[in-house]
């Protein structure tokens, strides 16, 4: 599943979600921006990524979670040491932009291994997320989802 950097997120959706945009849905075909990233990003999006207890109240930024989970589009690795690896999707809150991101939590792969560059205003709002601020994404979403018209 590939969609371009900044592209309204619709994934499984019937139509786009407003102000939810797509981040590092790579491919193993399409080319994508490659370069330096920071390591402290990679640090951030994996303790986002890591096991944090589920529930209100709590910070927990990983939402359709899938059994089983997705190898990596690039170069098919599967079975990450981190179980969400693949098998998660990240929402990230830009509170000054007043949107959110949306990545797979193939992106830690994405940026380790495949040199991934994500945009820059996907990485301020990482950087800028308080993890200990209680934070929902799957109710988030949830609530996204149900203010889009019936089919
Ligand atoms: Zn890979």
């Known amino acids: ?76 690795m599967s079975g990450f040491h981190n179980p969400y690896v693949g098998a998660c999707e990240l929402l990230v809150p830009d509170r000054e932009a007043g949107h959110y991101f949306v990545a797979p939590s193939l992106v830690v792969h994405y940026l380790s291994e495949h040199a991934y560059q994500p945009p820059a205003g996907f990485v301020d709002a990482v950087m800028r997320v308080d993890m200990q601020r209680p934070f929902d994404a799957q109710a988030i979403y949830d609530a996204l989802v149900a203010t889009q018209p019936p089919d």
């Open 1 to 76: 599943m590939v969609y371009a950097d900044l592209s309204p997120y619709e994934y499984c959706l019937p139509i786009a979600l407003p102000d939810v945009l797509n981040v590092g849905w790579l491919d193993g075909s399409s080319s994508f921006s490659r370069g330096v990233v920071s390591p402290r990003l990679l640090e951030k999006l994996t303790a986002m990524l890591d096991a944090w207890p589920a529930g209100a109240g709590f910070f927990d930024a990983r939402f359709n979670l899938v059994r089983g989970g997705h190898a990596c589009a690039v170069c098919g």
